[in-house]
């Protein structure tokens, strides 16, 4: 009986994992298992099509980053599309796990202060780094179609959404667990820096007078790596229901200050999210001295999960399959882009 075959590749847009992790992961998952042949397999058409020979072989494509041209890779192919906020909180609800109220903006769009409380968070659908995410008073979001954005604003490429306000204590603290195949390879706190101006309690926005920063991670911010328990819990079941078939993500988990109950706000995935050897992960381990591989053996870790997904998800598998995207309709009627008004 033929080995099975473990691939490992990386996506046509920017490094998730540089190639001398790759190469080290493929080490270790031959160490490890004489029963899994490894090859690695960069992003040109060139180095594809040596898997060719091996289209008849049980074989798991795991790519790091967003497949859009699958080429001649083989095997069932395992990859993260990068999908709208809105569509990968559907599907964390969906799995019964605890996520911020939220609602994409439409044309029809009112809320309610009584139910959502008099702020709400207001962010694009598509968008990245915490870009255009401000904080809006609720009665005052409304619909606006994208023509009367800059083109470069990310509503051209979708919706806004109104997500519940989530308070983290007097400067904002979030956690961005990495997660490989359902296990979490680092666990990383931000907390916004105290020279910003502190929110003194959860809604006291109007005494503070403007300029409060309700994202934690920042340039101006401090990173520190904690092994907290309940958030690395929520983040790696988050994983496992909702995204099973994505390799790797980037969860961002919320404390709420006065409940203390954590919830997921995002799932980041596809691009290089992963952090591990990308240019924004390196920046943050060398500015604030620490080290996303050493916390849990991040390739030690991940090498085992590649073995674990290997064996149990090998298969014969025409040339390009992949697995299918989970899809989350937006709301019937809704055309264009939603933005609110007002602050």
Known sequence: MKKRLLILTTALEAESLSRRDLDALAERVRRRAPDIDVMVAGRHRREHWKLLPHAFRPAVTVGFGWLRKRRFLVGEILHCPRTPKHVDLERLR??????????????????????????????????????????????????????????????????????????????????????????????????????????????????????????????????????????????????????????????????????GEVSVIEANSGGAVLHLSSKAGTGVQQTHGIDFYRQFGALDRAAERLIEVTRRRAVVAPIGRTSQPFRADLPRGQGGAMVPRGD
């Open 94 to 259: 969906s799995a019964g796990l605890p996520v911020p109220d939220w609602v994409v903006v439409t044309p029809g769009t009112a809320l309610d202060p009584a139910v959502w409380g008099p702020y709400v968070v207001v962010k694009p659908t598509v968008g990245r780094s915490g870009q255009e995410v401000r904080i809006r008073r609720t009665e005052r979001v409304r619909y606006a179609p994208s023509e009367s954005f800059p083109s470069e604003h990310p509503i051209w490429k979708g919706p806004l959404m109104a997500q519940r306000f989530i308070y983290t204590g007097r400067w904002p603290v979030s956690y961005r667990v990495c997660t490989f195949f359902g296990r979490a390879l680092y666990c990383c706190r931000a907390e916004q820096s105290h020279a910003k101006r502190p929110l003194e309690s959860r809604f006291d926005f109007p005494r503070a007078g403007g300029g409060v920063q309700i994202i934690a991670p920042s340039k101006s911010s401090t990173y520190t790596l904690v092994d907290d328990e309940e958030v690395i819990s929520l983040a790696e079941r988050a994983h496992r229901r909702a995204f099973p078939d994505y390799p790797y993500l980037g969860l961002d988990v919320l404390r709420d200050a006065d409940s």
